[in-house]
């Protein structure tokens, strides 16, 4: 394994730790070596980088054709996988498109939360264009992972930008070196940092009333219940949804009904319970929700994704496979 590649891992594993930064299997890392692009693969989690074998190596001149092509391959990438290096088998990322348009070495790719708290607004382009006036970065709208988001990215990016801010979703950064993408990552989330409110504390009696004779739980991290606590976060958190990850791991709401069956139930004011039969990456989502809503207030105009938009992503095959390797 090359240098780079093995400082890769290394940041990659950190950076998948910090849950302000990267959530569950969400984010993805690559690099592009002699002509292949590793990318983190499907479904795995970054900060397992430094412990498992998480890459999957991909032909990075078929790709870039492809891409510039609109191939429909683009859509999952698989027939780009280098099988002959893959011993694993994995697939790569749904957001390989995100790491082969850019034509850096490295892309960090990342669902920072205080990005995130900026790209949920409707007026989000301009407000954190005053922070990142000093960087060579381009605004995406939301598109889906995959065909489509390959397109807006396509319609954005300008030669020399290294930062992508994605609409409803997160951020990415590139570089010709590790060392280079981790300074330029440290930047970035330094320029977008906001003000962070305090949105209560939970009622764990009431928590536990609510749990009784039900299939749910309370969450293991406290941190968990911050988006049930205050009204606005409450209404507007629980009710919609603003980034793909959400709507995937947490479904279309976090309703107040124990009958629902969804992997988590709100308890307006008092926190959130988390269904026992519930995948390990419910709480690092609920956590993101609290995390985004505390750096926003009831000033902000907020864009949630629309019904076509939550569609898309719960009926989509690569996203399918995601969550069932995520299940494993
Ligand atoms: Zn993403």
């Given at each position: 394994m090359s240098d780079e590649m093995k400082a890769l891992r290394?940041?990659?594993?950190?950076?998948?730790?910090?849950?302000?930064?990267?959530?569950?299997?969400?984010?993805?890392t690559s690099l592009k070596k002699d002509g292949v692009m590793w990318i983190?693969?499907?479904?795995?989690?970054?900060?397992?980088?430094?412990?498992?074998?998480?890459f999957?190596p991909l032909d990075m001149p078929?790709l870039?054709?492809?891409?510039?092509?609109?191939?429909?391959?683009?859509?999952?990438?698989?027939?780009?996988?280098r099988?002959?290096l893959?011993?694993?088998?994995?697939?790569?990322?749904?957001?390989?498109?995100?790491h082969?348009?850019?034509?850096q070495k490295v892309v960090?790719?990342?669902?920072?939360?205080?990005?995130?708290?900026?790209?949920?607004?409707?007026?989000?382009?301009?407000?954190?264009?005053?922070?990142?006036?000093?960087?060579?970065?381009?605004?995406?709208?939301?598109?889906?992972?995959?065909?489509?988001?390959?397109?807006?990215?396509?319609?954005?990016?300008?030669?020399?930008?290294?930062?992508?801010?994605?609409?409803?979703?997160?951020?990415?950064?590139?570089?010709d070196t590790v060392?280079?993408?981790?300074?330029?990552?440290?930047?970035?989330?330094?320029?977008?940092?906001?003000?962070?409110?305090?949105?209560?504390?939970?009622?764990?009696?009431?928590?536990?009333?609510?749990?009784?004779?039900?299939?749910?739980?309370?969450?293991?991290?406290?941190?968990?219940?911050?988006?049930?606590?205050?009204?606005?976060?409450?209404?507007?958190?629980?009710?919609?949804?603003?980034?793909?990850?959400?709507?995937?791991?947490?479904?279309?709401?976090?309703?107040?009904?124990?009958?629902?069956?969804?992997?988590?139930?709100?308890?307006?004011?008092?926190?959130?319970?988390?269904?026992?039969?519930?995948?390990?990456?419910?709480?690092?989502?609920?956590?993101?929700?609290?995390?985004?809503?505390?750096?926003?207030?009831?000033?902000?105009?907020?864009?949630?994704?629309?019904?076509?938009?939550?569609?898309?992503?719960?009926?989509?095959?690569?996203?399918?496979?995601?969550?069932?390797?995520?299940?494993?």
């Amino acid at each position: 394994m090359s240098d780079e590649m093995k400082a890769l891992r290394t940041l990659s594993a950190k950076v998948g730790s910090d849950p302000l930064l990267v959530q569950a299997a969400g984010g993805n890392t690559s690099l592009k070596k002699d002509g292949v692009m590793w990318i983190k693969a499907s479904g795995t989690w970054l900060r397992d980088a430094g412990a498992k074998d998480i890459f999957v190596p991909l032909d990075m001149p078929r790709l870039t054709a492809a891409l510039a092509a609109d191939d429909p391959a683009c859509e999952s990438c698989t027939d780009f996988v280098r099988q002959e290096l893959n011993p694993s088998g994995l697939r790569p990322s749904i957001e390989t498109s995100v790491h082969g348009l850019m034509p850096q070495k490295v892309v960090v790719h990342v669902h920072c939360v205080n990005t995130i708290a900026f790209a949920v607004q409707e007026n989000g382009k301009a407000l954190i264009g005053e922070r990142l006036k000093d960087f060579h970065w381009a605004w995406v709208p939301y598109a889906r992972p995959g065909l489509m988001l390959s397109r807006a990215i396509k319609g954005a990016i300008r030669p020399g930008v290294d930062v992508l801010v994605l609409g409803n979703h997160g951020l990415a950064v590139a570089a010709d070196t590790v060392k280079e993408a981790e300074a330029l990552l440290s930047r970035v989330v330094a320029a977008v940092q906001r003000p962070v409110r305090s949105l209560g504390t939970p009622d764990l009696a009431a928590l536990k009333a609510k749990a009784e004779g039900t299939g749910y739980r309370l969450p293991e991290d406290p941190a968990c219940h911050d988006i049930a606590l205050d009204g606005w976060s409450c209404q507007h958190g629980c009710q919609n949804v603003y980034y793909p990850d959400h709507v995937v791991f947490l479904g279309t709401s976090i309703p107040q009904d124990a009958t629902s069956g969804q992997p988590a139930i709100s308890v307006p004011g008092a926190g959130v319970l988390v269904h026992k039969s519930a995948k390990s990456s419910v709480e690092p989502m609920l956590r993101c929700a609290g995390d985004v809503f505390r750096r926003l207030d009831p000033s902000a105009r907020l864009k949630a994704l629309s019904a076509a938009e939550i569609d898309q992503l719960l009926n989509w095959d690569a996203e399918k496979y995601r969550q069932t390797l995520n299940a494993n």
